[in-house]
Every structure is written in structure tokens, then in C-alpha cells.
């Protein structure tokens, strides 16, 4: 049954748009949190005729920081580290009252607190979020002078905001499942729309570079909303919506879908340039399966066994013909083999779907086998200082002369330099990033700052209607976070502009002006410190993150070619697939300042890379759709040829890794597996006496490997 809104491009876009509607309810909940807190507050205060205002501002803020820093990894540790944010704010609050009048120990617990919150994550990130909650306290505090004899009605502020933060991540909105339920409908609608696409493409005869660039422009978004909903699969949840589904299951199946429709994209686009698509029977029969695909509801609650008929008598179809072209005299040149992996994959899709629409109606429920291990990033052994002290010495010196700059360039409001230098620091690594983080937030604060005085200045006198656009430009800039830094900024710092128009009865230009020169200021402050004390330079950290790319490649490669001699556990790279996605979007991430810089020796090297670990990306995603195929017959001359392929792979990988890691080694030698291939090739059973297709199952394995001996050779290594 197709839903109404399906008749409406616009509003599948619209609904997909935010997979799971995560940003809205995570922004919604801080808004709802800080407004409730910030009334309950001022009114509960209002009554005992006691000054209600910033006790109020005080609970909004801890309202909205118990929804927005709270990011532990279980629902546990959330509510503990939630509980605990009470007592670091009564502690902010309190140092900020008691030592109002002695800047010097203000100064010193501030910068205290900043390297703190860096230093301690090493212990989890709980103590991050405590440290900066305590900071946040102790500089509301300072700038808005709290008096220490309304220490109580501050500590009741306190305690409502984190009662609301409370009740609202764990009891009115608790359901992670719901989100996960919200994301896989965002995925389905999402794999809708470009099967739409698709059928254009299929169908019509000129296919133009615009709507090809749209294509793959969809592709690559439900990529990334595929592992949005990754990230929420787990047992419980998993449970909770599809009793009698195991999480590998449905991360196979959200994996194969993916993949579906990526080969579909390429080898249309290959059939097309190769005019296969002129053969008016392979055209038909890839706009019916592609159809039927697309209008298969394999979550659906009401299961029917004809759910999945059409599509596969559309598979069949494409089977029979694929056997056709097979049996006559002139085999069709170079595009066959793209129908066969269309073939191999969807029914892939096919028989997991069946899978899951069978596992939800079964009377027995299966459990996950085994439990994931979490490996902290920061208990690494290595020599040398741990990333999170370096950041904290960053952040130390850099904590320093925010304030010494502060006090010279704004000495009535000397903290928001600051402030900048803490939240540019945060989250980065590299020079490059801190660079582009910098820029984003002064370009925001500019634009915010703009816009901001010239509404303030618009609904000034009207105090409603400066405090629903408070909530409104909130609600944005937290809606927005990411999405666009620098959009969030131009919402935080009109939110600024209003809040010092009800606060301080009246905006002036140079009091905007102030807040603009200071975050200029404390972005630039972050980026020299970043390029003096223990500089990561752009490059090296893009190289880092190739290497755990790499990483995390070698067990899943061998893995697989493992399978082939039966000894190995093949059946999560699904799971692996998607960690190799979320690191190769690290490496981009990482390597974006370089781009954005223009052309250079470094850009073109950072290119060529992440050019070539994409292409070895795409490879490796293509194994998955053969990593729960058995019995492949062999002879027995293979087996060792098998075990040699194995190790020149490892060995490959390995010394790719020791290239990245920047250590020099004239002796390192590369292998291509040309001779493995061919034996293999030579003595593989043809597709006739064996119901495995081995040559065909292998092909990316090779594609992968040259890629990485592509790749070292480059870097320095020797062919062998």
C-alpha cells in the first residue's frame, strides 16, 4: 500500500529531510527545557518578592546545557552524569558569587575549568560535560554579577533546570527506539526518491549531466542516512519495534539496500554509455524490478506472503536473461558482468527481506550472539603525551591569553573572548580545522550581529515579543548545529542581541561591536596557540585518519577472503562496512580546510588519497553482498594459493600503515597478486560446474589490492 504523501516529491523531501527528525526533537527538547525551567523558576522566585530574573537565566541555562552536553554512551550513564550536572553548577554558582570581587581567582578558576574539561575526558566524557557545566556557571556568574546572600534561590534554580532536563530526556521523550523507528521510515522515503530517479534515468533515452549529478548526489545523502540509522540499532531498540529481529539482521538489511541502489546508480550509467540500454527487454526488466523494489514494504506490520512476489519474479526475469546472453555465440563486451552484480544484489535484498518479514512473525525471538566491546580512543598505548593533555595544555595557554586579551579589549565584559577560544578549541584537532571553525564562527557572529541590533532595535519596548524571538533564533541556531556552524552563530549571536536588550534595558552599536571584535579575537587566539603548542598540522591528521581507515580494512579484508577457505566468521562486515563509512567521512572532514585553501602541493597529494581509499571504500562495500555466500568448490591446488593471497594482503595493508605512520623504510615491498590471480582464474570451476561464481566474487578483492599497491608505491614503497 503506497502512503498519500508518496504522490508529493516535495513533501517526501520535506519529511526525509531530518532522518529520524533527530535535530528537531534534540533542539525542541532544549528549547521546551529552557523555557520551562526559566518560567517555573521565575515564578516560583516572583512570589517570595525576591529579584526572579537571574535565578531564572541561571535554570534556563542548566535547562537547556542538561538536554545539549549530556553524551554518554548508555542511558545509565546519562542519568547519573545529569544528576551530577546539579552539583557542578551549585559549585560554578557558588565560586562565581563568593569570588565576584577577586577577577585574579575568577580568572584562575576559569581557566581551570577549561583545561579540565579537556584533561579529564580521558576518564569519559561525563567529566567533560561537568567541567564545562561548571564553567558555563562560573561565567554567567561573573558577567551577571549574582549576589552570594541569593545563593539558595540560585541552587533552586539549579535544581528545576536539571528536573526538567531530567524529565524530558528520560521520561517524556525516552524512547531511543522511536528514533530509530523515525530514521528507518527517513531511509525508506530517502531510497524512494532515488529509485524515482533511477526509473528517469532507465527510461529515458537522454539522461543529462544535471540529473546525473542529482543522482549522485542522493546516493551519497542516503549513504549518510543509512548510517544515521546504524548508530540507533542496537538489541533493545531492535526489539522493541520488530520482536523476533536480531540487529544484524536489519543492519544487513539497511547495508544491502544502500547497496542496491549505489551499483544500480553506476551501472546505469555504464549501461548507458555502453547503449545496453537500446535492448528494449533488459530495459524492461530493470524498470520492472526497480519498481517492484521500490514499492516493497519489507518492515511492514501487516505481513502477506505475496509482499515480495513481484520483485522476485522481476529478479527471475533478469536472471533468465542474464543465462541467455550467456549461451549466445557473441557474448555482449564489457557490461554483462554490471547486470549479474545487479542480479547478485538485489537478490540479496531479496532473501533478507524475506529474512525479516519471517524472523517479525516467528513465535521465537533471537538473540544477539555477542555483545560489543567498546574500545576507549584514548587508552591507546602509545608514547608520548595522550591527544586529550595536549589539548588541555592548548587549552591552558590559550585559556591565559583569552583572558589577558579580554581584560584589555572589553575589561567591563572580559569573558567572551574566552569563551570563543574555549568553543573553537573544542572538537578540533588540526590547525586546518581550528582555521576554518575560527572563520565560520567570526562570519557568523558578523552576520548575527547585523541582523541581531537591527531587530533588537526593531521590537525594542516589546518584551514579549523579544522573548519569543529569543526562543525562536534558539530553537534555529540548536536545530542548525549541524548542519551549518556558521548559521548556528548567526542565530547565537541574535540571540545575544536580544537577550542584552531586555537585561540591560537597551543594545548599542558598540556594545554589538564589543561582542564581534572579542570573538575575532578568541578564534585567533585558538589558532596561534594550535600553531605553537603541539601543532597537528592538517596533513598529518588526514594521514592518522587514513591509517585507522586502514585499520579497521585489514580485519574486514581478510576476513573475507578467509570465508572462501571456510575460516572465518563472515556474516557482521555489514556492521564493518558501516564503521569504514563513518571513517572514511572523518577523512573528508579532516582534509576539508586543505580544499578550501585553493590549489597547492598538499591539497593535490590530500586528493589523491582520499580519491583512491574512496574507490578502495566503494570495493569493499561491493564484498558484503558475497559475504553470506557458501560452498564454493575448488580444486585443491587453490587452498594454498588462497593462504598466499591472505598474507601478501595483511602484509599489504601492513606496510601501507607503516607508510602513514610516517616511518621511512627503504625495504618496503608491495605485492600486486597478479600470479595468485591467474591461478585462480586458471583453475576456478566455471559457472556451469559450480553454483558459485568464484572469479566473480573476487574481482573487488583485486581492485582493493591494487588501489593500496597504487597507493604505497606512491608514498614509497616497492613493487616486488
Known sequence: MRHWYKEYTWLRRLLASDPG?????????????????????????????????????????????????????????????????????????????????????????????????????????????????????????????????????????????????????????????????????????????????????????????????????????????????????NPANVKELWPGLTTSQLRLYVFDTGMLIETLTNAIQSLKEAEALEIDELRKILVWATKALRDTEVLAPNYEEQNLEEVEIAVQALRLLIADLFTQKHQPEGWLFLIRRIESIANHVIKGAITIQQSQH??????????????????????????????????????????????????????????????????????????????????????????????????????????????????????????????????????????????????????????????????????????????????DMVAESLNDYLKELKPYLTTYVKGFRGNAAIKELSKNAFQLDEKLHKIRDEADPLFQNGESPAQSDMNQWITVISAINYYARQLVASSYRKGFDYPEKLEEVFEQVEVKLEHNMETLITLFEGKKDPDAIIYRLEEERKQIEQHAPNRHQSKRDLIHHLYYVWRINQSIVELALEIGAKEA
Not at 173 to 179: I, N, R, Y
Open 362 to 539: 516467528s513465535e521465537t525471538t533471537k538473540e544477539e550472539e555477542a555483545k560489543e566491546a567498546v574500545k576507549d580512543p584514548d587508552k591507546e598505548d602509545k608514547k608520548g603525551l595522550k591527544p586529550s593533555t595536549k589539548k588541555a595544555y592548548q587549552a591552558l595557554v590559550a585559556g591565559a591569553l583569552a583572558i589577558i586579551v579580554g581584560q584589555i579589549l572589553s575589561p567591563t565584559q572580559p569573558y567572551w573572548v574566552l569563551l570563543t577560544t574555549f568553543v573553537v578549541l573544542l572538537g578540533t584537532q588540526s590547525t586546518g580545522r581550528i582555521y576554518a571553525k575560527g572563520m565560520e564562527r567570526s562570519l557568523g557572529t558578523i552576520i548575527g550581529a547585523v541582523l541581531g541590533f537591527a531587530l533588537a532595535k526593531l521590537v525594542s519596548g516589546y518584551s514579549t515579543l523579544e522573548l519569543l524571538a529569543i526562543f525562536l533564533v534558539l530553537f534555529l541556531a540548536y536545530y542548525l548545529i549541524t548542519v551549518s556552524y556558521t548559521l548556528m552563530n548567526v542565530f547565537i549571536t541574535m540571540m545575544l542581541a536580544f537577550l542584552y536588550d531586555i537585561l540591560m534595558g537597551g543594545i548599542t552599536l558598540s556594545l554589538i561591536g564589543a561582542r564581534v571584535i572579542d570573538t575575532i579575537a578568541g578564534a585567533a587566539i585558538a589558532l596561534a596557540v594550535s600553531t605553537f603548542v603541539f601543532p597537528k598540522k592538517t596533513k
Open 21 to 233: 527528525q533527530i535535530r528537531l526533537y534534540k533542539a525542541g527538547k532544549a528549547t521546551i527545557s529552557l523555557i520551562l525551567s526559566l518560567f517555573t523558576t521565575f515564578f516560583i522566585i516572583n512570589t517570595t518578592g525576591n529579584e526572579a530574573l537571574k535565578p531564572a537565566v541561571v535554570s534556563a541555562a542548566i535547562g537547556m546545557l542538561g538536554i545539549m552536553v549530556v553524551i554518554d554512551d548508555t542511558r545509565k550513564k546519562k542519568q547519573l552524569t545529569t544528576i551530577l550536572l546539579g552539583i557542578s553548577a551549585i559549585f560554578g554558582v557558588t565560586i562565581g558569587s563568593l569570588l565576584a570581587g577577586s577577577i585574579y581567582l575568577i580568572d584562575s578558576v576559569m581557566i581551570l575549568l577549561v583545561f579540565g574539561s579537556f584533561y579529564m575526558t580521558r576518564f569519559g566524557v561525563r567529566y567533560f560535560s561537568l567541567c564545562m557545566v561548571g564553567f558555563m556557571m562560573v561565567y554567567i556568574s561573573a558577567i551577571l554579577n549574582l549576589a552570594s546572600n541569593l545563593l539558595p534561590f540560585f541552587y533552586l534554580a539549579i535544581a528545576i533546570g536539571v528536573a526538567y532536563a531530567f524529565i524530558l530526556n528520560f521520561i517524556l521523550f525516552q524512547s531511543t527506539a522511536k528514533s530509530l523507528k523515525r530514521s528507518i521510515h527517513s531511509f525508506h522515503i530517502q531510497s524512494n526518491l532515488t529509485f524515482d530517479l533511477l526509473l528517469e534515468g532507465i527510461q529515458e533515452k537522454d539522461f543529462s549531466e544535471e540529473q546525473q549529478k542529482k543522482l549522485y548526489k542522493q546516493v551519497a545523502k542516503l549513504r549518510e542516512y543509512a548510517l544515521i540509522v546504524s548508530g540507533y540499532m
